[in-house]
T-cell receptor
């Protein structure tokens, strides 16, 4: 296992279109996070899965965003009716707990540009 | 109020010296975790270190240590023996027990040869 992978790496779409991103976590990791990062800013938490259960979602997250993690393996993040403000880097991370310690590993991100 | 505050937009350190990056947090949750990440100019996010709120000892990972002062709600990152490759953005983050994650605005560290 070479780490967390994300697909695609880049996506250009027109406003109003739907897009879907995929994240493949490290196989033994049961926790999976999605974040969004715009240029010059820190990451913004979007949602969190433990196994297949979506346990937390950002209170600021629009209903246009939905995420799934079927069977507790890969995850998808869908944005419906994209807006120019959705342009950002979308980061996925997976983690595991050893005792009380958590280690997170990030994927390379998917850069979304909405024109 | 900001959940995570990083007051140093930019820091400079001489190679081989130690540097402290500041982070304060705000939570009323008794159970939380604190994280530090490094983001080089290439863009990938790298996890550095984790501190749980119930951990009595400061976390250490190689040249990184987290100076955890619970009463002050601070979680400063100390990098010892700085290297040129340490030049990057550094983000402090907190996860509350409800699994909401909060990030600071980051500190840009430049290591001077």
């Amino acid at each position: 296992d070479t780490g967390v992978s994300q697909d695609p790496r880049h996506k250009i779409t027109k406003r109003g279109q739907n897009v879907t991103f995929r994240c493949d976590p490290i196989s033994e990791h049961n926790r999976l996070y999605w974040y969004r990062q715009t240029l010059g800013q820190g990451p913004e938490f979007l949602t969190y899965f433990q196994n297949e259960a979506q346990l937390e979602k950002s209170r600021l997250l629009s209903d246009r965003f939905s995420a799934e993690r079927p069977k507790g393996s890969f995850s998808t993040l869908e944005i419906q009716r994209t807006e120019q403000g959705d342009s950002a880097m979308y980061l996925c991370a997976s983690s595991f707990m050893t005792g009380r310690k958590e280690e997170q590993y990030f994927g390379p991100g998917t850069r979304l540009t909405v024109t | 109020a900001q959940k995570i505050t990083q007051t140093q937009p930019g820091m400079f350190v001489q190679e081989k010296e130690a540097v402290t990056l500041d982070c304060t947090y705000d939570t009323s949750d008794p159970s939380y975790g604190l994280f530090w990440y490094k983001q080089p100019s290439s863009g990938e996010m790298i996890f550095l270190i984790y501190q749980g709120s119930y951990d009595q000892q400061n976390a250490t990972e190689g040249r990184y240590s987290l100076n955890f002062q619970k009463a002050r709600k601070s979680a400063n990152l100390v990098i010892s023996a700085s290297q040129l490759g340490d030049s990057a953005m550094y983000f402090c983050a907190m996860r509350e027990s409800g699994n909401q994650f909060y990030f600071g605005t980051g500190t840009s560290l430049t290591v001077i040869p």
